[in-house]
């Protein structure tokens, strides 16, 4: 199984974008003239994947899956007419089993909205941008592998402590 890093950030902007009724999602940071309106921005603000890693069973050639969960905040910036009004209905959608499932299979779950607020912005005097802003956080784990390492033979003699003697033996990985 490959390593994810982090939220897979492409796959999401997909299912954001069906739960949006498809208004086009492009990463935040993009170089050139945007899409025509409406629109959204996407980029992660904010992580936190300082929780416990989880061991999986060894394997026979040494290698040891590791499930690490984490959460990230996602930012969306909404352009348009309507543009709190997507951001609205993408975290409402979001809540439905469909999207969940979508979600699930993707080891990510939408925990909620931290923020949904219209930001109008003047672009001349007379002339005001429709903006909406949103924070939403997931929770997603991590797949990890690592080749720790595996002992296939262990000899064992002597004392233990000062009374105890114990008999040699030796213990084999089965093959």
């Given at each position: 199984?490959?390593?994810?890093?982090?939220?897979?950030?492409?796959e999401l902007a997909v299912i954001l974008e069906d739960a949006g009724g498809g208004?086009?999602?492009?990463?935040?940071?993009?170089?050139?003239?945007?899409?025509?309106?409406?629109?959204?921005?996407?980029?992660?603000?904010e992580g936190d994947n300082r929780q416990q890693v989880e061991a999986n069973e060894?394997?026979?050639?040494?290698?040891?899956?590791?499930?690490?969960?984490?959460?990230?905040?996602?930012?969306?910036?909404?352009?348009?007419?309507?543009?709190?009004?997507?951001?609205?209905?993408i975290v409402a959608r979001l809540r439905l089993p469909t999207f969940q499932d979508?979600?699930?299979?993707?080891?990510?779950?939408?925990?909620?909205?931290?923020?949904?607020?219209?930001?109008?912005?003047?672009?001349?005097?007379?002339?005001?941008?429709?903006?909406?802003?949103?924070?939403?956080?997931?929770?997603?784990?991590?797949?990890?592998?690592?080749?720790?390492?595996?002992?296939?033979?262990?000899?064992?003699?002597?004392?233990?402590?000062?009374?105890?003697?114990?008999?040699?033996?030796?213990?084999?990985?089965?093959?």
């Amino acid at each position: 199984m490959p390593d994810v890093v982090g939220l897979p950030l492409e796959e999401l902007a997909v299912i954001l974008e069906d739960a949006g009724g498809g208004v086009k999602i492009i990463a935040a940071n993009e170089d050139g003239n945007p899409p025509k309106r409406p629109y959204i921005t996407i980029r992660i603000t904010e992580g936190d994947n300082r929780q416990q890693v989880e061991a999986n069973e060894l394997t026979d050639e040494g290698l040891q899956d590791f499930n690490s969960p984490g959460s990230e905040v996602v930012e969306l910036e909404s352009y348009g007419p309507k543009a709190k009004a997507t951001l609205d209905r993408i975290v409402a959608r979001l809540r439905l089993p469909t999207f969940q499932d979508r979600l699930r299979l993707l080891n990510v779950v939408f925990i909620g909205p931290l923020l949904i607020t219209s930001v109008p912005t003047v672009i001349m005097e007379s002339q005001t941008d429709v903006r909406a802003m949103g924070e939403l956080r997931f929770a997603f784990t991590q797949q990890l592998t690592d080749d720790v390492g595996l002992i296939e033979t262990v000899e064992v003699s002597g004392k233990i402590g000062d009374r105890t003697s114990v008999d040699s033996f030796v213990i084999t990985k089965p093959q």
